[in-house]
């Protein structure tokens, strides 16, 4: 069967990665030299927190409704990392394309809850500068309330319909995400893609993202 067709390579949001931080320093009060010192902080926690597609797409939003209040999803993608293989549904990254009308412009959006030293700030940040908004971001954007299936979802839909063959010869085998807008049912869809990437991949399910409908699988 003959699948719909990855936009991997769009080029409105080609952009370089931005990060920023701040810290902030609290007046302490002078101890007492008769006092016991204080115990040592706990050392913070390496562990990532992993999220489904929704619920990263859901603090993105957040995000980017303050960045402009029409912002509309034109794409939601996993980011593969060494936590995860991403067959629960799973990342620790999450990247997501917001299309504004009205800055005529698209914002990147990172949902971060991987805390390595190489991974994008922890917790939601945007990412390099504003991408162009032309006819083909304004083509990909849909409605965020269309969005009413997550990954986990998705991915037992696409197990049934051939990736658990897939999973059987490979225990680890690497799963990403991605969404974007179906043109011809105007619905979003999740691709599970059974691979790192649209090339390198052992199989794909295309889940419908509104209703949890299979709608293709294929090689």
């Known amino acids: 069967m003959k699948l719909y067709r990855l936009a991997f390579a769009l080029s409105v ?7 920023a931080g ?4 609290e007046n ?8 016991k010192p204080a115990a040592a902080a706990q050392p913070q926690s390496k562990e990532p927190i992993l999220y489904t597609g929704q619920e990263a797409f859901n603090r993105m939003l957040g995000l980017a409704l303050k960045w402009s209040p029409d912002a509309q999803p034109a794409r939601v993608e996993s980011v593969l990392t060494t936590e995860t293989t991403g067959q629960d549904g799973k990342s620790a990254i999450w990247r997501g394309y917001f299309a504004s009308p009205a800055r005529r412009a698209v914002k990147t959006i990172v949902c971060s809850g991987s805390r390595r030293p190489d991974a994008p700030p922890f917790g939601v940040s945007t990412e390099g500068a504003d ?6 971001s304004a083509g990909l954007a849909f409605s965020q309330y269309l969005l009413k299936t997550d990954t986990d979802k ?3 839909i696409a197990q049934q319909h051939g990736g658990d063959a897939i999973v059987k010869k490979d225990a680890q085998q690497p799963i990403t995400y991605v969404l974007l807008k179906d043109r011809k049912q105007n619905v979003p869809v999740w691709y599970v893609i059974y691979g790192t990437s649209e090339t390198d991949r052992k199989g794909i399910g295309v889940i419908n993202a509104t209703t949890g409908a299979f709608v293709s699988a294929g090689k």
Do not use: D, H, M, R
């Not at 949001?13 to 990060?19: D, G, H, P, Q, R």
């Open 22 to 25: 701040c810290s902030s320093i």
């Open 154 to 156: 998705a991915f037992a």
């Open 131 to 136: 991408g162009a908004y032309n006819a083909q």
């Open 28 to 35: 302490k009060p002078k101890e007492s030299t008769s006092e």
């Open 13 to 19: 949001i080609s952009v370089a990665i931005l990060t």
